[in-house]
C-alpha cells in the first residue's frame, strides 16, 4: 500500500463484540506495519501518525493533571465522552515517537464504550514491530500512558 495515498481518518467509530477483537483500522495498521521493511521505514510510519492524531491534545491543554509521569517526554492525555458515550482519547507529546504511538492508541480505543477501553489490550504495539524498536523507557512511558487510559475509561464508566 502506497502511504503518501493513505488518509488516516479523523475519527474511527468502532464497534466490537470481543474486548479481545481488533478493529478493521487497527488491523489495517498493523498490516502498514508490518510491510515495512526496516526499523526506520517503522520510525517514519509512527511519525505519519503523529501527524494525523486523530483526537491532539493541544499544548496549551497541557498540565500537571494530564501528564502521563513515567514518560521520558513531556506526554499528555485526556479523556472523555462524546456525544454518543463513546471513549475519546486525547494526547499530545513533544517527541514525535510518543506522540505516534498515542495517535494509534486513541484510533484503537476513539468511540468505544469506556467499560471495554477499561480493559484495552495494547499488544498491537507488538504485532507491529514497535516493541523490539521502542527504548525501555519509551516502553515504559507507553504503558503508563495505555494505564491512563484505562483508570481515565474506569472513571467514565
Known amino acids: 500500500m502506497n502511504r503518501q495515498n493513505y488518509e488516516i481518518p479523523n475519527t474511527v467509530r468502532i464497534t466490537m463484540t470481543d ?9 489495517r495498521i498493523i498490516d502498514r506495519f ?29 498540565d500537571d493533571e494530564n501528564m502521563v ?3 521520558q517526554s513531556r506526554a499528555h492525555v485526556e479523556c472523555e465522552l462524546d456525544s454518543n458515550g463513546g471513549f475519546v ?3 499530545g507529546a513533544d517527541a514525535q515517537i510518543v506522540q505516534g504511538l498515542m495517535a494509534i492508541t486513541a484510533i ?22 514497535l516493541s523490539q524498536i521502542l527504548t525501555p523507557s ?15 475509561a474506569s472513571s467514565l464508566m
Not at 19 to 27: G, K, L, P, T, Y
Open 89 to 91: 482519547a486525547k494526547g
Open 108 to 129: 484503537a480505543v476513539n468511540g468505544l464504550p469506556p467499560s471495554e477501553v477499561a480493559n484495552h489490550d495494547p499488544s498491537y504495539v507488538e504485532e507491529m514491530g
Open 69 to 71: 509521569h513515567g514518560c
Open 34 to 62: 508490518q510491510s515495512c521493511f526496516d526499523t526506520m521505514e517503522r520510525f517514519e510510519l509512527l511519525f505519519e501518525y503523529a501527524d494525523k492524531h486523530p483526537s491532539a491534545l493541544a499544548i496549551d491543554e497541557w
Open 19 to 27: 474486548a479481545n477483537q481488533r478493529s478493521e483500522e487497527v488491523i
Open 138 to 152: 519509551r516502553a515504559n512511558g507507553f504503558m503508563n500512558m495505555v494505564k491512563k487510559v484505562k483508570e481515565e
